[in-house]
């Protein structure tokens, strides 16, 4: 169980009694700043990394995830045409995505305590190498029409994207506080993201038809993801000299010096992570997947509700899921500046929560497009969020890595589910997505439950009120966060050490479930 219910007046009222919270908070800051202090004394020329810099990193690291995000956005646009070149039915399709989320369940997590470890320019630089093989891989399976060559391609991807998915984010979060750029950074790369996606939906089919060969289509993606190698070497430079040359940053509002490689591995703490990151990793499970399985099937969906050619489903289907790319950038502001993550949470599960129930009540044309239109927004608002969220309900900045790689691992697993148990619906009703919607419904469903007893929770426990904290607040109550730490190793030490634990076995569970789905499918046939 979590600690017990307090509130910021019962914090405030318990540091008058105590040893002078906030003065132990302020020292705490000047020792990051003697800590910044000694290191520019032992070499003069380490000074603060300048805004510069910082922005310089970002748009690099966009930049590198663009090629990625293209090619996520193609084989969900081409669900209808890889069904028909490879001839597949929509159980094998999904065991083709399957394949990819496997492999993310098998090694995210041991990714995400190396990345630590090592830092995030390392590993993107191999991560983005192998992805980099795995589409080339891609594009020659689709090539010569090859079902399984193009799993063992989707997972010699995984690979890579196992390694750059986390290292990126390791990355903002070393150079970035909570409530101090890391949600404005997030939002900026989504957002550059975002327009990756577009460009990859909404070609793909366009390419196809006018080539005539659907597999060039891969190779246009394999060619984009040349040139993130390009940026990804540029980046690790980058990065290097950056190290030499600029003191590491401290969190204002608690004094931690944030860094991008620890010097041990830290399993330790990853099993002693807060009950308010589970909570939050609660939502990811059903909103993330929600959004994830539904783009991957958008397009096939638009087809069929819309009565349309797959060029023209494709582009409904971009713009609606990623023109609100603009809107990305904004909510990190805004996220930094008001914070309110937990309200934000609440207003894209109930947006996702309407949008899936269109899609399953109302199967016309105008039902579908409302879908389409409420679905875009909505989703705008989830993962900046629930990211920046992960960051600021961590003790320890050190170890970001590896609870991001749990938000992975969580997610994927999920899907493997959701993917092979909507598979077999759909093929069961004719390919129609009248009954997979129905599983839509009930995750989104899930998602808004989850918010709803956040925000709820929130207005008595000031763990997860923190949350909630607009900039101001918790520079001011940052004392706050650090008793609330100091308590939960110590004083409730053993009960949350226990919550955490049990947590952890959980996902364990929720990754062999999914194995057995997917080697289900395997022993099934359904990967002929």
């Given at each position: 169980?979590?600690?017990?219910?307090?509130?910021?007046?019962?914090?405030?009222?318990?540091?008058?009694?105590?040893?002078?919270?906030?003065?132990?908070?302020?020292?705490?800051?000047?020792?990051?700043?003697?800590?910044?202090?000694?290191?520019?004394?032992?070499?003069?020329?380490?000074?603060?990394?300048?805004?510069?810099?910082?922005?310089?990193?970002?748009?690099?690291?966009s930049a590198i995830g663009f090629?990625?995000?293209?090619?996520?956005?193609?084989?969900?646009?081409?669900?209808?045409?890889?069904?028909?070149?490879?001839?597949?039915?929509?159980?094998?399709?999904?065991?083709?995505?399957?394949?990819?989320?496997?492999?993310?369940?098998?090694?995210?997590?041991?990714?995400?305590?190396?990345?630590?470890?090592?830092?995030?320019?390392?590993?993107?630089?191999?991560?983005?190498?192998?992805?980099?093989?795995?589409?080339?891989?891609?594009?020659?399976?689709?090539?010569?029409?090859?079902?399984?060559?193009?799993?063992?391609?989707?997972?010699?991807?995984?690979?890579?994207?196992?390694?750059?998915?986390?290292?990126?984010?390791?990355?903002?979060?070393?150079?970035?506080?909570?409530?101090?750029?890391?949600?404005?950074?997030?939002?900026?790369?989504?957002?550059?993201?975002?327009?990756?996606?577009?460009?990859?939906?909404?070609?793909?089919?366009?390419?196809?038809?006018?080539?005539?060969?659907?597999?060039?289509?891969?190779?246009?993606?394999?060619?984009?993801?040349?040139?993130?190698?390009?940026?990804?070497a540029g980046f690790y430079w980058?990065?290097?000299?950056?190290?030499?040359?600029?003191?590491?940053?401290?969190?204002?509002?608690?004094?931690?010096?944030?860094?991008?490689?620890?010097?041990?591995?830290?399993?330790?703490?990853?099993?002693?992570?807060?009950?308010?990151?589970?909570?939050?990793?609660?939502?990811?499970?059903?909103?993330?997947?929600?959004?994830?399985?539904?783009?991957?099937?958008?397009?096939?969906?638009?087809?069929?509700?819309?009565?349309?050619?797959?060029?023209?489903?494709?582009?409904?289907?971009?713009?609606?899921?990623?023109?609100?790319?603009?809107?990305?950038?904004?909510?990190g502001v805004f996220i930094d500046?008001?914070?309110?993550?937990?309200?934000?949470?609440?207003?894209?599960?109930?947006?996702?929560?309407?949008?899936?129930?269109?899609?399953?009540?109302?199967?016309?044309?105008?039902?579908?497009?409302?879908?389409?239109?409420?679905?875009?927004?909505?989703?705008?608002?989830?993962?900046?969020?629930?990211?920046?969220?992960?960051?600021?309900?961590?003790?320890?900045?050190?170890?970001?890595?590896?609870?991001?790689?749990?938000?992975?691992?969580?997610?994927?697993?999920?899907?493997?589910?959701?993917?092979?148990?909507?598979?077999?619906?759909?093929?069961?009703?004719?390919?129609?997505?009248?009954?997979?919607?129905?599983?839509?419904?009930?995750?989104?469903?899930?998602?808004?439950?989850?918010?709803?007893?956040?925000?709820?929770?929130?207005?008595?426990?000031?763990?997860?009120?923190?949350?909630?904290?607009?900039?101001?607040?918790?520079?001011?109550?940052?004392?706050?966060?650090?008793?609330?730490?100091?308590?939960?190793?110590?004083?409730?030490?053993?009960?949350?050490?226990?919550?955490?634990?049990?947590?952890?076995?959980?996902?364990?569970?929720?990754?062999?479930?999914?194995?057995?789905?997917?080697?289900?499918?395997?022993?099934?046939?359904?990967?002929?």
């Amino acid at each position: 169980m979590p600690d017990t219910v307090t509130t910021d007046h019962a914090v405030d009222q318990s540091s008058m009694t105590t040893s002078e919270p906030k003065s132990k908070n302020e020292v705490m800051i000047a020792v990051g700043e003697a800590g910044s202090d000694s290191e520019a004394g032992e070499n003069p020329k380490k000074v603060a990394v300048p805004l510069k810099w910082k922005l310089a990193s970002i748009l690099m690291v966009s930049a590198i995830g663009f090629g990625s995000h293209w090619s996520s956005g193609i084989t969900g646009a081409m669900k209808s045409t890889i069904k028909k070149e490879l001839h597949i039915n929509n159980t094998q399709y999904a065991l083709l995505e399957a394949s990819e989320d496997f492999m993310v369940t098998l090694l995210m997590l041991v990714s995400g305590v190396v990345t630590d470890r090592i830092g995030g320019a390392g590993a993107i630089l191999y991560g983005n190498l192998l992805f980099t093989v795995g589409s080339l891989l891609v594009a020659g399976a689709a090539q010569v029409q090859s079902y399984r060559f193009m799993i063992g391609g989707r997972v010699i991807q995984a690979l890579g994207d196992i390694a750059t998915q986390v290292a990126q984010y390791k990355i903002f979060s070393s150079w970035f506080p909570p409530s101090h750029g890391f949600a404005s950074t997030l939002g900026l790369e989504l957002g550059i993201g975002k327009i990756g996606a577009f460009a990859g939906k909404s070609s793909a089919n366009i390419i196809s038809q006018n080539t005539g060969n659907f597999a060039n289509v891969f190779w246009v993606a394999a060619g984009m993801n040349l040139f993130t190698n390009v940026m990804t070497a540029g980046f690790y430079w980058f990065t290097n000299v950056a190290n030499r040359k600029f003191a590491s940053t401290a969190d204002p509002a608690t004094g931690e010096e944030l860094t991008e490689k620890n010097k041990k591995f830290e399993l330790r703490k990853v099993l002693e992570l807060p009950w308010v990151f589970w909570a939050v990793m609660a939502f990811s499970l059903f909103e993330t997947s929600t959004a994830i399985v539904y783009t991957q099937n958008a397009t096939e969906l638009a087809e069929q509700r819309l009565g349309v050619s797959a060029v023209k489903a494709g582009w409904y289907t971009s713009v609606v899921q990623y023109g609100g790319f603009f809107i990305v950038p904004l909510l990190g502001v805004f996220i930094d500046v008001w914070g309110n993550r937990l309200t934000i949470l609440l207003v894209c599960g109930l947006g996702v929560f309407l949008s899936m129930c269109l899609v399953n009540w109302n199967t016309q044309m105008s039902g579908t497009s409302a879908s389409f239109a409420i679905y875009a927004v909505a989703y705008c608002f989830g993962p900046a969020t629930i990211i920046d969220s992960i960051r600021t309900s961590l003790w320890d900045q050190s170890i970001f890595g590896s609870a991001y790689a749990i938000k992975i691992t969580v997610n994927n697993a999920m899907n493997i589910v959701v993917r092979v148990v909507c598979g077999v619906l759909q093929d069961a009703d004719n390919n129609s997505y009248d009954t997979v919607s129905i599983v839509y419904v009930f995750l989104a469903a899930c998602s808004v439950l989850v918010s709803i007893l956040l925000c709820v929770f929130a207005f008595f426990n000031v763990d997860l009120r923190r949350l909630q904290w607009t900039r101001k607040q918790r520079v001011a109550k940052g004392y706050i966060i650090n008793e609330r730490n100091e308590k939960f190793h110590n004083e409730n030490g053993d009960r949350n050490r226990l919550v955490s634990k049990i947590c952890f076995i959980s996902v364990i569970f929720l990754v062999l479930g999914s194995w057995c789905g997917y080697f289900w499918g395997v022993a099934t046939g359904n990967n002929d």
